[in-house]
């Protein structure tokens, strides 16, 4: 690990700076942050250093989906016909291919510029829906694939226990999700247990409301204050109509309205999706803290809708961005796809600017490494300071494409160039893990994970 870099321009909490010296302490923070000429001699980085990114919402085993659900097979496919297709899948996993999967996942996450997953982990049970000797065998899985790859993790094992509002009985397809009180009990104590906080960080997640009743969702919160005080917690909320329309149908609340009513939620909460809104459920979460979380691929792959950004952050909310299923893991072509869907539907140019910072590409991406650092409840996303050392390194060619490019728009060069964002090295707490664009495990990273599709392929 690095005792101390010098960048040459860097994306700060302060806004872009140049030549400045980042001391980094043993366990991977920053120390202190100057503008100077070097006097230290820290190992200088030429080309421009952003903070490195939260992605704050993962599956990791929907990785290896890719391709598999872009066939019709319903006359009007949708999120709940491509839900059958991710629960066939699911049921095919085995904990060494979900740990081959992960690990490749996450390595290409790094390459894509994210140094934090939260993984919003639902696959607990074996095949045939029983549990695993090793209760938490499929979180170790995940737990190992962060070891390897050196992306950092915050696990969030999810509570899942019915199919839809009311309590309904789950269905066969959910098996390997399904958990009863005590044994999800049992989850986060062994994970506890066994956490240790420069490995993983551990948090809560009901699935959703249609999964957890109103008395399952009031046991989940005196579970974590005995447990986990004050750790992040996420929900599914709000990201179909016809579960907003299910909500109103069954307690005659519309799905945000009905959370808020069921759960104190605040800053340490991150409400994914949350696309379907109306103007006191705006309000309502801004005014909150919490901390919505958005897919922009994942939302326009399976035909969700178009968050109200604007309304959202005119009213002071705070978002971050996740890869969701997986089919990206790009963070510059999730940011361009959220740009892009308030571009389609204001009919507007340049939005998710500010006064403050006009470029949208250093906006955007400052504004989700924020926000994506308080769903984790981590001191992440930002070059300030008492931070942990994560940093991304852009490339910037002087005299070749970006010739005409200023560091300053350096990011919205590599959002809306067309073009696959150029990583070159990046860093997890002051430790190089992606040396110009490679891991140096990656050839048996990509061996394993290739081996794991091929048995997949099998069964499927």
């Given at each position: 690990m690095a005792a101390g870099l010098f960048f040459k321009q860097a994306l700060t909490n302060k806004g872009w700076l140049y030549d400045i010296s980042v001391s980094i302490s043993e366990d991977g923070h920053i120390l202190a942050i100057d503008q100077d000429t070097n006097p230290?001699?820290?190992?200088?980085i030429e080309k421009p250093i952003v903070p490195g990114m939260?992605?704050?919402?993962s599956h990791s085993f929907q990785y290896a989906m890719a391709g598999l659900s872009e066939v019709r097979r319903n006359p009007v496919d949708s999120f709940w016909s491509w839900r059958e297709m991710m629960y066939y899948f699911a049921l095919n996993v085995s904990p060494s291919e979900l740990q081959a999967i992960t690990a490749k996942l996450y390595m290409e996450l790094l390459k894509g510029g994210y140094t934090e997953v939260v993984e919003f982990h639902y696959l607990h049970n074996d095949m045939d829906g029983s549990y695993y000797a090793q209760t938490e065998e499929l979180s170790a899985a995940i737990i190992t694939a962060s070891d390897q790859t050196g992306l950092s993790l915050t696990h969030l094992p999810v509570f899942y226990a019915h199919a839809n509002f009311g309590g309904v009985a789950p269905q066969d397809a959910q098996r390997?999700?399904?958990?009863?009180?005590?044994q999800y009990l049992k989850l986060i104590e062994i994970l506890k247990?066994?956490?240790?906080?420069?490995?993983?960080?551990?948090?809560?997640?009901?699935?959703?409301?249609?999964?957890?009743?109103?008395?399952?969702?009031?046991?989940?919160?005196?579970?974590?204050?005995?447990?986990?005080?004050?750790?992040?917690?996420?929900?599914?909320?709000?990201?179909?109509?016809?579960e907003v329309d299910?909500?109103?149908a069954y307690n005659?609340?519309?799905?945000?309205?009905?959370l808020m009513d069921q759960a104190p939620v605040d800053s340490a909460w991150c409400l994914i999706h949350s696309t379907h809104l109306d103007d006191d459920e705006v309000s309502a979460i801004a005014t909150s803290g919490a901390t919505v979380g958005l897919c922009p691929l994942t939302e326009s792959n399976l035909g969700d809708g178009i968050f109200r950004a604007i309304d959202f952050l005119n009213a002071g909310g705070h978002f971050g961005i996740g890869s969701d299923s997986n089919i990206?893991?790009?963070?510059?072509?999730e940011l361009r796809t959220l740009e892009y869907s308030q571009r389609l539907i204001h009919r507007q140019r340049n939005i998710l600017c500010s006064d403050e910072m006009p470029n949208v590409g250093s906006n955007l991406w400052q504004r989700a490494a924020i926000g994506g650092a308080r769903a984790t409840g981590r001191n992440i996303g930002q070059i300030a300071v008492g931070a942990r050392a994560d940093f991304v390194e852009m490339k910037f060619e002087r005299n070749g494409i970006m010739a005409a490019v200023s560091p300053q728009a350096v990011l919205d060069f590599h959002i809306f160039s067309g073009q696959k964002a150029d990583i070159g090295d990046v860093?997890?707490?002051?430790?190089?893990?992606i040396t110009s664009g490679k891991h140096p495990l990656e050839e048996a990273i990509n061996t394993a994970y290739v081996s794991a599709i091929q048995r997949l392929a099998h069964k499927l």
């Amino acid at each position: 690990m690095a005792a101390g870099l010098f960048f040459k321009q860097a994306l700060t909490n302060k806004g872009w700076l140049y030549d400045i010296s980042v001391s980094i302490s043993e366990d991977g923070h920053i120390l202190a942050i100057d503008q100077d000429t070097n006097p230290n001699c820290y190992p200088v980085i030429e080309k421009p250093i952003v903070p490195g990114m939260p992605n704050l919402h993962s599956h990791s085993f929907q990785y290896a989906m890719a391709g598999l659900s872009e066939v019709r097979r319903n006359p009007v496919d949708s999120f709940w016909s491509w839900r059958e297709m991710m629960y066939y899948f699911a049921l095919n996993v085995s904990p060494s291919e979900l740990q081959a999967i992960t690990a490749k996942l996450y390595m290409e996450l790094l390459k894509g510029g994210y140094t934090e997953v939260v993984e919003f982990h639902y696959l607990h049970n074996d095949m045939d829906g029983s549990y695993y000797a090793q209760t938490e065998e499929l979180s170790a899985a995940i737990i190992t694939a962060s070891d390897q790859t050196g992306l950092s993790l915050t696990h969030l094992p999810v509570f899942y226990a019915h199919a839809n509002f009311g309590g309904v009985a789950p269905q066969d397809a959910q098996r390997r999700f399904i958990n009863s009180r005590d044994q999800y009990l049992k989850l986060i104590e062994i994970l506890k247990s066994n956490q240790n906080q420069a490995s993983y960080n551990l948090g809560l997640a009901p699935h959703s409301l249609r999964a957890v009743t109103e008395d399952e969702m009031a046991w989940l919160l005196d579970l974590r204050n005995d447990l986990l005080p004050d750790c992040p917690v996420h929900i599914h909320v709000a990201e179909q109509t016809k579960e907003v329309d299910d909500s109103i149908a069954y307690n005659g609340k519309r799905s945000v309205t009905a959370l808020m009513d069921q759960a104190p939620v605040d800053s340490a909460w991150c409400l994914i999706h949350s696309t379907h809104l109306d103007d006191d459920e705006v309000s309502a979460i801004a005014t909150s803290g919490a901390t919505v979380g958005l897919c922009p691929l994942t939302e326009s792959n399976l035909g969700d809708g178009i968050f109200r950004a604007i309304d959202f952050l005119n009213a002071g909310g705070h978002f971050g961005i996740g890869s969701d299923s997986n089919i990206c893991t790009q963070a510059t072509q999730e940011l361009r796809t959220l740009e892009y869907s308030q571009r389609l539907i204001h009919r507007q140019r340049n939005i998710l600017c500010s006064d403050e910072m006009p470029n949208v590409g250093s906006n955007l991406w400052q504004r989700a490494a924020i926000g994506g650092a308080r769903a984790t409840g981590r001191n992440i996303g930002q070059i300030a300071v008492g931070a942990r050392a994560d940093f991304v390194e852009m490339k910037f060619e002087r005299n070749g494409i970006m010739a005409a490019v200023s560091p300053q728009a350096v990011l919205d060069f590599h959002i809306f160039s067309g073009q696959k964002a150029d990583i070159g090295d990046v860093y997890v707490a002051g430790k190089k893990v992606i040396t110009s664009g490679k891991h140096p495990l990656e050839e048996a990273i990509n061996t394993a994970y290739v081996s794991a599709i091929q048995r997949l392929a099998h069964k499927l």
